[in-house]
């Protein structure tokens, strides 16, 4: 029976990482900087892992809140662009470049309802949502301070909020990349936030020996595919926020998905013919895909013999 997939490869985890702190240099950071998407949804950029910022009349939701390290920093920059109350962080699954700024961020917002039974002091600050997964993850993390712990936590397939005049649906997308992953979808501005189920910086990040699946991958991915509408010749419409890398569309949720399904395919059938995990990466599998999608952290031979893994299990 395969574990519940909570964590990843240290190489893995360090694909979140500045390259310098890689190195263990201190890095030299980046300015952040808070870019409009459409309607009230803004990325905020930078050397962080993406930030989705909701703003409106009701106050400011963020989806994720980057690393502990730049949780100052991300909270001056909202700032800089509104005085408005934080109400809600939504986490999109529990990797520290995802949560690293929650208790900083939660502890200078407000919360509109009170949590759950988890945090006693859940009425001060932010509230933060998240899959229930999420939570059993942290909570087993003694590094993460319980400041940092989702106040609300859901179990269900999918959970609805409204806010700033717009609904948005929190889906819960498991077992490609951690098993409590999420998508938030914000209805009216035409947004989706995928966190790190879709990426425009490397190949898939997932780890089989502890139940991450390619064919889960590509399932999320279509699930994403599923809620894009293109506006035009396949372009703009429904914008896409990933958890790495530029705003992107359908046609590029749709690239990306072709990309991991053609390698997918490709090691399946090198699998069927009998080839061993050294023959495979020795035919070169990826090769039209690797001056894009191969990185120093998650490279070609870790993300082949994921895929050949998972597909060799089932």
């Known amino acids: ?22 190195l263990g240099r201190a890095p030299a950071h980046e300015p952040l900087e808070l870019i409009h998407v ?8 930078g050397d962080v892992a993406n930030v989705v910022v909701q703003i409106g009349a009701e106050g400011v939701l963020l989806v994720d809140s980057g690393s502990a390290e730049r949780a100052e920093d991300i909270l001056a920059a909202i700032r800089g ?31 509109l309802a009170g949590g759950n039974i988890f945090i006693p002091d859940a009425t001060e600050g932010a509230a933060i949502v998240a899959h229930e997964n999420v939570l059993h993850t942290v909570a087993a993390d003694r590094a993460v301070q319980t400041d940092a712990w989702p106040t609300d936590t859901f179990f269900t397939p999918f959970e609805d909020l409204f806010f700033n005049g717009e609904p948005l649906r929190i889906e819960h997308v498991p077992g490609g990349h951690t ?10 501005s035409d947004v989706i936030a995928t966190g790190d189920l879709f990426v425009t910086t490397h190949y898939p990040i997932f780890d089989p020996d502890a139940g991450g699946d390619i064919d889960a991958v590509l399932d ?24 790495h890398g530029r705003i992107a569309d359908e046609a590029d949720v749709v690239e990306y998905r072709d990309m991991v399904q053609i390698v997918r395919d490709r090691i399946a ?10 023959q ?35």
């Open 179 to 188: 098993d409590g992953d999420s998508i938030v979808m914000f209805r009216r």
């Open 38 to 45: 459409q309607g009230n949804v803004y990325l905020l950029a």
């Open 1 to 22: 029976m395969r574990r519940p997939l909570a964590a990843l490869p240290a190489a893995a985890l360090a694909a979140m990482l500045p390259a310098a702190a890689q």
């Open 81 to 111: 662009q509104t005085d408005a109350p934080i109400r809600y962080i939504v986490n999109t699954h529990a990797h520290p470049d995802h949560i690293g700024g929650n208790a900083v961020i939660r502890a200078a917002g407000e919360t």
């Open 269 to 278: 059938d090198m699998i069927g013919r009998g080839l061993t995990l050294e």
């Open 280 to 314: 495979v990466q020795a035919a070169r599998p990826t090769l039209d895909y690797d001056a894009r999608y191969a990185t120093e952290y998650w490279t070609t031979a870790m993300f082949v013999e994921a895929v050949y893994k998972s597909l060799s299990s089932t």
């Open 220 to 243: 999320a991915l279509n699930r994403i595919i599923e809620w894009t509408v293109p506006r035009q010749l396949q372009e703009a419409g429904t914008m896409v926020i990933p958890g």
